[in-house]
């Protein structure tokens, strides 16, 4: 039999901002609490859902740094792709940012089957901040967009079960400190890419798991799945249960009849098969189905409101069309996280493909028509028991090795598989990805003391799991080794504790301001807040007398601090001191979007509301303004009863809720 599929590497060029630094100040505290469910909800809910959602839910994305070094900038950047592709499909895969199929093209209808943004905005949507909109992304860790949005995975070719090619996905996820990987092929003539995903607990205790695949398809479309019921979640943080497609006398299925962005997750019956579909107009689109396993599907809008639509041209660039996305998981919502026992593994089999239905029954007013309509013609493209076999015959090639390296991750899964031996068959973590970050961490592991930097700068990065705090506690208390029990302990919960480690710290501590700004969290934290406002004064004191020049890494910790700085103190009305934090930042970082608010704020607390309004009509763009964020619109009706300018209508749920 003659393989038609290939695997090739290219390079796609569009526009794109640049990624810039991440932020080098540990994040102690999570990004937002977006995604908690409100406690009315709590008692009403399936006993199973609501264990699932008090299971361990995220308190902190350490070890991993946020990433908010980026602008709105773009211009034109070459890209590294993996293109994969048959007669029938190509897929365009990005390794460099989480593994992202960025495209999925039919090739006999010339029919982008996603949406495919022209550009590469990142925006503060991730766990840890930077991602972008478009594809199809692999949501792995904890509940929200995953760490691995913008951050580069392994990919190599290896045997498909069809004797052809397939294209492996890997990476260490350190949320939750499991490999996970994705097998990508085609088989010949095949109008469906399978997609074999499976997630790996080496432990020797049990750790709670996510997944969710989200896929972005052009929103002018009906959204079909096997469900008559769903959990409605909205950003005012309710869970309730929907009927399925009428809700309040709308019919949700069409994205555009929301006014709000919201989640459905669809009530999906036990033994019926799981599946989703985004048809338009004519009938025509994209569907997914997988094996049992992948449990859930989901419906998100962006909705016809001000604050969507803003959102929606925040994520790309004028004229383009809105997305929303279909999603597949292991729970029934994103508010679970699924136990996975020790030394075991999870896995399953996804299909992605064209579908094309009968458009006047998929759009009727007759819902079971319409689903019926639809599973039909899947069942007939693509038979359920097809994928099950797939899936067969996939296992014994996902432990197969790699044949040819295509790109490579990180070298934090490296790290694991060297201090514990681990087997992870398939997916190896090799030695030689070890870089810089590893480096010190290497050295804690094979001789027990933590080296200190001969230079001084931020902190690196700190690793926070069981067994690295086990190593920092016995290593020499020095300074560097202090600062980073700390960080670790803090994340443990054992907050007094940290406290002790950085106090010890600043006593023979050549750079005393990473260990203020840690020691400041932990007073707001506890709500001194005055106190808290000293000691960022103090840290920012100390960074400005230690930085070195004005390159990228002191201009990211100057501006990293700087900001929480003058938060601090403008919450407890230092204004002055305030103001002489802002004169002493660099004109390059005032300049940013971000800092044009803060200065905003620190006029009106000035008294001059008119200079604050001033700001707003000069205009600025809050790069990483956090999904959900209302801080904007909350300044400007302090500034003026006027209306909230559109540029500035980031409201993602209805007044007052």
Not at 88 to 110: E, N
Not at 363 to 389: F, K, N, S
Not at 418 to 434: I, N, Q
């Amino acid at each position: 039999m003659v393989i038609v599929t290939t695997i090739r590497r290219e390079v796609l060029t569009l526009p794109a901002a640049e990624l810039g630094p991440s932020n080098p100040l540990p994040s102690l505290r999570p990004l937002d609490e977006l995604h908690r469910v409100d406690e009315r909800d709590r008692a009403d809910l399936p006993r199973d859902m609501a264990r699932q959602i008090g299971y361990e839910p995220l308190h902190s994305v350490l070890p991993e740094r946020i990433r908010d070094g980026y602008g709105r900038t773009r211009t034109p950047r070459g890209t590294d792709t993996i293109v994969i592709e048959n007669d029938r499909l190509r897929a365009v895969v990005l390794p460099g940012f989480g593994g992202r199929i960025a495209s999925l093209l039919h090739k006999p209808s010339q029919r982008e089957l996603l949406y495919r943004n022209p550009v590469l905005q990142p925006a503060c949507f991730a766990l840890n901040g930077a991602w972008f909109s478009g594809g199809i992304e692999w949501n792995i860790g904890a509940t929200g967009h995953t760490t691995l949005s913008c951050s580069p995975v392994h990919a190599a070719r290896v045997t498909a079960p069809d004797g052809g090619e397939m294209l492996r996905l890997w990476e260490w996820e350190r949320l939750r400190d499991l490999p996970f990987q994705v097998d990508l092929w085609l088989p010949e003539d095949s109008d469906f890419l399978y997609v074999g995903v499976r997630v790996r607990n080496p432990h020797e205790k049990p750790a709670p798991t996510y997944w969710w695949s989200n896929i972005a398809v052009p929103e002018e479309r009906r959204v079909l799945a096997p469900a008559e019921e769903a959990w409605h979640f909205g950003y005012e943080r309710r869970l309730r249960r929907v009927p399925v497609p009428e809700y309040d006398g709308v019919d949700r299925t069409y994205p555009l009849n929301s006014t709000f962005p919201a989640d459905y997750f669809y009530e999906v019956p036990d033994g019926q098969r799981r599946w989703i579909a985004a048809l338009d107009d004519e009938g025509h689109g994209l569907v997914q189905t997988s094996t049992d396993v992948l449990r859930g599907r989901k419906l998100f809008v962006w909705g016809s409101g001000t604050g969507g639509r803003r959102w929606q041209e925040w994520l790309t660039e004028p004229g383009t069309g809105g997305y929303c996305e279909i999603q597949a998981g292991l729970a029934r919502t994103q508010l679970e996280h699924v136990r996975l026992d020790a030394e075991s593994e999870v896995s399953w089999l996804e299909a992605y493909g064209s579908l094309s239905a009968d458009a006047g029954t998929v759009h009727a007013v007759d819902w079971g028509a319409a689903r019926a309509e639809t599973e039909a013609r899947l069942q007939a493209a693509l038979p359920r028991a097809d994928v099950d076999a797939a899936y067969t015959a996939w296992l014994p090639y996902a432990d197969a090795e790699p044949d040819e390296v295509l790109a490579v991750g990180s070298g934090w899964g490296a790290l694991e598989v060297l201090r514990a031996s681990f087997k992870v068959p398939g997916t190896p973590f090799d030695e030689s990805t070890l870089g810089d970050a590893q480096a010190p961490w290497v050295e804690l592991m094979r001789s027990g003391t933590f080296p200190e930097r001969r230079r001084v700068g931020p902190p690196g990065e700190t690793l926070v799991a069981r067994h690295w705090r086990d190593m920092l506690e016995t290593a020499p208390a020095q300074p560097l080794t202090e600062y980073h029990l700390g960080v670790a302990q803090w994340h443990a919960g054992d907050r007094a504790q940290a406290v002790r480690s950085w106090e010890r710290a600043l006593e023979l501590a050549p750079s005393l301001w990473p260990l203020l700004r840690c020691l400041a969290v932990a007073d707001q934290e506890s709500g001194h807040h005055e106190r808290a406002a000293d000691r960022y004064a103090e840290a920012f004191d100390d960074l400005c007398r230690e930085r070195r020049d004005d390159g990228e890494v002191w201009t990211a910790a100057v501006a990293a601090l700087g900001r929480e700085v003058l938060e601090a103190l403008l919450a407890v009305r230092r204004v002055e001191e305030a103001r002489a934090v802002w004169e002493r930042l660099l004109s390059t970082v005032r300049e940013r979007g971000r800092f044009r608010l803060i200065e905003a704020r620190l006029l009106l607390a000035e008294g001059d509301a008119e200079g604050a309004r001033g700001v707003f009509d000069a205009g600025f763009e809050v790069a990483d303004l956090r999904e959900g964020a209302e801080a904007i619109g909350e300044l400007w009706a302090r500034v003026t009863d006027a209306a909230l300018p559109a540029t500035y209508d980031f409201r993602m749920r209805p007044p007052g809720d």
